[in-house]
């Protein structure tokens, strides 16, 4: 029979086996179902990644909210912004040139992202109001068998695929605070992160509880225009200047100077439009943004003269903000590094906090009555709505069952800490693979650029499992295991690792960073441009010979219409 042959016998064997060669050229593509979790811009980028890479193949995102967007969707609290300049916070492949301010808003990014879901006509791969609830790994199929809870009309489905691709996001699963009491409170209860559209805080007393980076963007919003509002503070942060007065002391600053903002630092009609028009100038002004933002790095290494002097500026800065208050300053100015948790722009907060309606409360809050909030001292504080600006659950457990042939990854990340590989694979979970896991770099500047770039890892090792008669493939346990001892040992160096609490050390004083990587943002990039195929464990659809996908002598760039002499054009390219 044509392509058949007999592998000589193998010594120890016994037996002679049977070998088929594949009746296909090297470079054939097996047909693949690829599910992602989440239309943030992590699934929405990965939507056009794969369909710039690969062929053969479906693909579907289920997205549990009624609209595209994620974070941008969920997020739309008072002066709910983006710390990263807007011209950078966007897709490398997508600009867009006519963000209204330096900043950009919740609502504006939101818009953003719907805007390119319509004009790429991804909406055909998206499922809104679809939510995964279980998935399995089928060991004999090689594919993920999955349960989907329809929202809208209540039922349950099955799906399966042989990639499943996490873009669920780290902050995205709100809690409330643990407050005795808490839902016993007659006012208006109110979670950051699940703003009601219709609520009217005009007049009232208000408490927000934390002053974290959702805290400082709330309270100067809703400060003028509520009755009295008391702000209640457990742990000091550093506030530092808006970033744009820090793109302006540095390399950003050349082109900064020939950018035309107001006073809110939104840009004039004029600046808007010489962006569209000018392209050069354009791209230039983002370069020299994006450059900037890629060198603040260095800021978080501790105990360098760099670090001392930014750190001093900022005391200085809280502390003329504060107007000297020594109440204040003894409560908000922070005796631990300065980087240690998430810095905050917090355009306004300190100033509003001296505002006749604003009153601070530092002590503890013992538990929350029908009439608003007890204190440590015994003091009730009578409000008619509470803002608990309180954050999420960053533990990276996953919301719903994920079983791989070892187990539940709910339970290994409850029982252990969370461990990833390069932040996107883990160890015994075949064809699964995340956008942001643990210790990714989520506090390097714009998520944009890092989900590309995550993407395009992901799609090339797809596409390897697509052309390589790769049926399953996961990281070492021991790859995942020296890249968390290096990432641990490599952290003491930075400000993660200070003693202060921080959701990038899940929520504790002095525990390991999890959710940070251990070096820069161009660090991160130049790390994922290599495929280290030593790291990971596979499983061939063929057992006894891997390399049954060469095929039957031809390649697939010498049919149809590739060029076969591609070879000749570029002959120095690596």
Same mark, same amino acid.
């Given at each position: 029979?044509?392509?058949?042959?007999?592998?000589?016998?193998?010594?120890?064997?016994?037996?002679?086996?049977?070998?088929?060669?594949?009746?296909?050229?090297?470079?054939?593509?097996?047909?693949?179902?690829?599910?992602?979790?989440?239309?943030?811009?992590?699934?929405?980028?990965?939507?056009?990644?794969?369909?710039?890479?690969?062929?053969?193949?479906?693909?579907?995102?289920?997205? +549990?909210? $009624? *609209? @595209?967007? &994620?974070?941008?969707?969920?997020?739309?609290?008072?002066?709910?912004?983006? #710390?990263? /300049? !807007? =011209?950078?916070?966007?897709?490398?492949?997508?600009?867009?040139?006519?963000?209204?301010?330096?900043?950009?808003?919740?609502?504006?990014?939101?818009?953003?992202?719907?805007?390119?879901?319509?004009?790429?006509?991804?909406?055909?791969?998206?499922?809104?109001?679809?939510?995964?609830?279980?998935?399995?790994?089928?060991?004999?199929?090689?594919?993920?068998?999955?349960?989907?809870?329809?929202?809208?009309?209540?039922?349950?489905?099955?799906?399966?695929?042989?990639?499943?691709?996490?873009?669920?996001?780290?902050?995205?699963?709100? +809690?409330? $605070? *643990? @407050?005795? &009491?808490?839902?016993?409170?007659?006012?208006?209860?109110?979670?950051?992160? #699940?703003? /009601? !559209? =219709?609520?009217?805080?005009?007049?009232?007393?208000?408490?927000?509880?934390?002053?974290?980076?959702?805290?400082?963007?709330?309270?100067?919003?809703?400060?003028?225009?509520?009755?009295?509002?008391?702000?209640?503070?457990?742990?000091?942060?550093?506030?530092?200047?808006?970033?744009?007065?820090?793109?302006?002391?540095?390399?950003?600053?050349?082109?900064?100077?020939?950018?035309?903002?107001?006073?809110?630092?939104?840009?004039?009609?004029?600046?808007?439009?010489?962006?569209?028009?000018?392209?050069?100038?354009?791209?230039?002004?983002?370069?020299?943004?994006?450059?900037?933002?890629?060198?603040?790095?260095?800021?978080?290494?501790?105990?360098?003269?760099?670090?001392?002097?930014?750190?001093?500026?900022?005391?200085?800065?809280?502390?003329?903000?504060?107007?000297?208050?020594?109440?204040?300053?003894?409560?908000?100015?922070?005796?631990?590094?300065?980087?240690?948790?998430?810095?905050?722009?917090?355009?306004?907060?300190?100033?509003?906090?001296?505002?006749?309606?604003?009153?601070?409360?530092?002590?503890?809050?013992?538990?929350?009555?029908?009439?608003?909030?007890?204190?440590?001292?015994?003091?009730?504080?009578?409000?008619?709505?509470?803002?608990?600006?309180?954050?999420?659950?960053?533990?990276?457990?996953?919301?719903?069952?994920?079983?791989?042939?070892?187990?539940?990854?709910?339970?290994?990340?409850?029982?252990?800490?969370?461990?990833?590989?390069?932040?996107?694979?883990?160890?015994?979970?075949?064809?699964?693979?995340?956008?942001?896991?643990?210790?990714?770099?989520?506090?390097?500047?714009?998520?944009?650029?890092?989900?590309?770039?995550?993407?395009?890892?992901?799609?090339?090792?797809?596409?390897?499992?697509?052309?390589?008669?790769?049926?399953?493939?996961?990281?070492?346990?021991?790859?995942?295991?020296?890249?968390?001892?290096?990432?641990?040992?490599?952290?003491?160096?930075?400000?993660?690792?200070?003693?202060?609490?921080?959701?990038?050390?899940?929520?504790?004083?002095?525990?390991?960073?999890?959710?940070?990587?251990?070096?820069?943002?161009?660090?991160?990039?130049?790390?994922?441009?290599?495929?280290?195929?030593?790291?990971?464990?596979?499983?061939?659809?063929?057992?006894?010979?891997?390399?049954?996908?060469?095929?039957?002598?031809?390649?697939?760039?010498?049919?149809?219409?590739?060029?076969?002499?591609?070879?000749?054009?570029?002959?120095?390219?690596?």
């Amino acid at each position: 029979m044509k392509g058949h042959i007999s592998a000589p016998e193998k010594p120890g064997d016994g037996e002679t086996t049977t070998y088929n060669i594949t009746e296909a050229p090297l470079g054939s593509t097996r047909h693949l179902r690829i599910v992602g979790i989440g239309a943030g811009m992590s699934g929405i980028n990965m939507i056009r990644t794969l369909r710039l890479n690969v062929k053969d193949y479906d693909h579907v995102v289920y997205e +549990k909210n $009624p *609209e @595209i967007g &994620g974070t941008w969707f969920e997020n739309r609290y008072p002066g709910c912004k983006c #710390d990263v /300049p !807007s =011209h950078n916070y966007q897709f490398s492949w997508r600009h867009n040139p006519e963000w209204s301010g330096f900043f950009s808003t919740a609502s504006e990014i939101q818009d953003y992202l719907c805007r390119v879901c319509d004009e790429e006509g991804m909406r055909s791969v998206i499922r809104t109001s679809h939510q995964v609830t279980r998935a399995q790994w089928n060991e004999a199929t090689g594919m993920w068998n999955l349960e989907v809870h329809d929202l809208e009309k209540d039922t349950k489905f099955h799906d399966s695929c042989h990639f499943l691709l996490d873009g669920s996001g780290i902050l995205n699963h709100w +809690k409330w $605070p *643990e @407050i005795p &009491g808490l839902h016993s409170f007659q006012g208006q209860l109110v979670h950051s992160a #699940d703003w /009601p !559209s =219709h609520f009217n805080y005009a007049d009232l007393t208000v408490a927000v509880i934390g002053n974290g980076s959702s805290g400082v963007q709330i309270l100067p919003e809703m400060q003028r225009d509520v009755k009295h509002l008391v702000h209640f503070v457990r742990e000091p942060t550093w506030v530092v200047p808006s970033r744009l007065q820090l793109l302006a002391q540095g390399a950003g600053g050349g082109v900064l100077s020939e950018v035309s903002m107001d006073e809110n630092s939104d840009f004039t009609k004029a600046q808007i439009e010489r962006f569209k028009s000018d392209p050069v100038f354009y791209k230039k002004f983002v370069k020299a943004v994006e450059e900037v933002v890629n060198g603040n790095f260095p800021l978080t290494l501790k105990d360098t003269e760099f670090a001392a002097t930014l750190q001093q500026r900022s005391a200085e800065y809280m502390t003329d903000a504060l107007e000297d208050d020594k109440r204040l300053c003894d409560a908000l100015i922070p005796g631990f590094s300065l980087g240690c948790r998430r810095l905050t722009p917090g355009i306004g907060y300190l100033q509003a906090l001296k505002k006749p309606n604003v009153r601070v409360v530092t002590d503890p809050i013992t538990r929350i009555t029908p009439k608003g909030l007890e204190t440590k001292s015994g003091e009730l504080i009578q409000v008619d709505a509470i803002i608990c600006a309180t954050g999420f659950n960053v533990s990276f457990c996953p919301r719903f069952p994920i079983i791989g042939p070892q187990g539940n990854l709910q339970d290994t990340w409850t029982q252990q800490l969370p461990k990833s590989y390069m932040s996107c694979a883990v160890p015994s979970f075949p064809n699964y693979f995340t956008f942001l896991g643990p210790n990714a770099p989520i506090g390097h500047g714009s998520v944009f650029t890092i989900t590309e770039h995550i993407a395009k890892y992901l799609t090339r090792i797809i596409k390897k499992c697509q052309t390589e008669g790769i049926k399953a493939i996961s990281p070492s346990h021991a790859a995942v295991d020296e890249l968390y001892e290096h990432t641990q040992r490599f952290m003491p160096r930075t400000a993660w690792s200070s003693n202060c609490v921080s959701w990038f050390k899940n929520g504790t004083v002095d525990g390991p960073v999890t959710a940070l990587h251990p070096g820069s943002r161009i660090h991160f990039f130049h790390m994922l441009e290599g495929f280290r195929g030593e790291d990971w464990d596979y499983v061939y659809f063929n057992k006894k010979n891997r390399f049954q996908y060469l095929g039957n002598g031809f390649s697939t760039k010498e049919e149809g219409k590739e060029d076969s002499t591609w070879y000749l054009d570029e002959p120095d390219k690596l």
